[in-house]
């Protein structure tokens, strides 16, 4: 069973920090594109950052500059560090992770379960 679970989601105050990460696990052959999105009810889910197989990353307008995401491979897991957090950061934080789990298969989302994070002014 391929699983996708993130932690370190909390409650901070302005201005604060937090470090979430996402683990996969199960059998994997490969992963793609690793990624964080946010959601708040009612609404869609929002980019927060991507990071590619070879590195690259890719960040929404509104985390730019405060947020950096990252991967390890080798562990099979991508982290977010969350800097200058503002309430506008609260929402539920999704990692999303693109993996083939066989030979014959092709990439598919696989999507955590949430966790929040809350900003208090």
């Known amino acids: 069973q391929v699983q996708v679970v993130e932690s370190g989601g909390g409650l901070v105050q302005a201005g604060g920090s937090l470090r979430l990460s996402c683990a996969a696990s199960g059998i994997i052959v490969s992963i793609g594109n690793m990624g964080w999105y946010r959601q708040t009810p009612g609404k869609e889910r929002e980019l927060v950052a991507i990071v590619t197989s070879g590195g690259n990353t890719y960040y929404g307008d509104s985390v730019r500059g405060r947020f950096t995401i990252s991967r390890d491979s080798a562990k099979k897991m991508v982290y977010l560090q969350m800097n200058s957090l503002t309430p506008e950061d609260t929402r539920v934080y999704y990692c999303?992770?693109?993996?083939?789990?066989?030979?014959?298969?092709?990439?598919?989302?696989?999507w955590g379960q949430g966790t929040q994070v809350t900003v208090s002014s």
């Open positions: 999303r992770a693109d993996m083939q789990t066989s030979a014959l298969s092709v990439m598919k989302a696989y």
